[in-house]
Each structure stands twice: as C-alpha cells, then as structure tokens.
C-alpha cells in the first residue's frame, strides 16, 4: 500500500487550511491507498505522525508531496533531517520526498491558465 | 493598462523564486499588461514598490493576486493595511486584493491531478 502524504507549511489559522483540505480530498478521490494532509509546522499534524500512522496502518512506501511552489530552506534543510529521523524509526519502509508540486509544468500552466481566467482543464475536452 | 501582480510570501533563498518566475512568464504570455512578481517580505521587491512602479509606468487598475493556496493571517491581517497606505499614496487609482489562487476550482483540480501523475491539461487536446 502506498501512502501519500501531502506537506504544507502549516498556519496558526484553521481556515488557512480548507484549500488544502479540498485538494487532500481531490488526490484521494484520484488514486487508490491513504492520502493525509500534514504540516512543517503550527498545525496538526506533524509530518512525523502523519508518517508513523501511515506506517501502522501498513504503508509502505509513503511518499512527501510538499505542497510548496518552491524549495527554500524548509524543504532544503529542515525537512530532510526530519525524514532520516522518521527511516531510523522504520528501517524496513521507504520514504520518499518528492519535489515541490511548483516543479511540474502542468502545474505552473493551470495556474497561469487560472490567473489569467482562462477555462480550466475541466473545459478541454467539451 | 491593467497592471497584475503575482504577490509570494518570499525567501531568503533566491532559487525558491524559480517556479514563480517561471509562472510569471507564463501568465505574461497569456495576457496583456504588464505582470510583475512581488513578495510580502524577505525578497525584493515588496509589494507597495511593485505597485508604485506600476502606477508610475501608467496601470489602472492594479490587480494584486496572491500565489497562496490558503488565505493565512499574512493575507487576512498584514496585506490589507499596506494596500490601504499604496491606495492612499496613489488615490486616483484602484488597487484591487484579489482571492487566493487555492480559491479556484480549476487549480485545485490541477494541482490534484499533477500529484497523481495524470497527463496534465496540455494534454488534453492532443
């Protein structure tokens, strides 16, 4: 079973999250096997918890999608030191940190296509 | 002229800036006017210089969209007073705080779909 986890930075306000939330929901509605929103910091839970449940619950590999457009110092540095603590507490799983979602293509171009108030990709094929 | 500025949180580290550059370009490509990328801290230039620098180069409006997912206290409580002090240096011109892009249905949708690893919508017409 491959768990996914989706990492955002994290905000003392709740609703900050309700994006992220919906996009949580819209993964999980894509793809087979668990998908949990965590965060880096200021909010529950912690990638480290999200980690351990998705192990208990028997996934394995659990891959990191940070949900960031770029890689600065909370991915670059904080994140990877976080991730080998949690491989030390489950040597026998893979996890994986997967680049930023800000380096895929289709990603920049729905967001441009979005900004400028073009018809979404929902409309291509009508 | 419409001046639209793509508004970041920012970094100290310059790579982090390298998607929303890219996004930059794309949007400029798909729209007149001009579009500048801006931060609320730690990189230059902040907005209230984006949005002088428009105004002096001839935008009304200027229309500031905030590339977040999820609408924090950064864009509740900090944004919102520092349009106030540009509206009040500039006051014949409207200067417009626009929704989070994490706001519309087709980015979330998108971004959902990148991380699943489905064709994006460039493909869709192919």
Not at 51 to 61: E, Q, S, W
Not at 74 to 81: F, S, V
Request: glycine share 10%.
């Amino acid at each position: 079973m491959h768990g996914l986890i989706l990492l955002a930075h994290g905000s003392r306000d709740p609703a900050w999250a309700d994006p992220l939330r919906d996009l949580t929901q819209r993964v999980a509605a894509r793809r087979d096997g668990p998908v949990v929103l965590a965060y880096l910091e200021l909010a529950e839970p912690a990638v480290e918890r999200a980690i351990d449940d998705l192990v208990a619950a028997g996934a394995d590999p659990v891959t990191v999608v940070p949900v960031f457009l770029g890689a600065g110092q909370h991915l670059k540095a904080d994140l990877p030191p976080r991730l080998d603590a949690c491989r030390s507490r489950h040597p026998g799983v893979t996890i994986v940190q997967a680049p930023p979602i800000g380096e895929s293509e289709a990603v920049l171009d729905a967001l441009a296509a979005a900004i400028v108030g073009e018809p979404g990709p929902g409309a291509a094929g009508t």
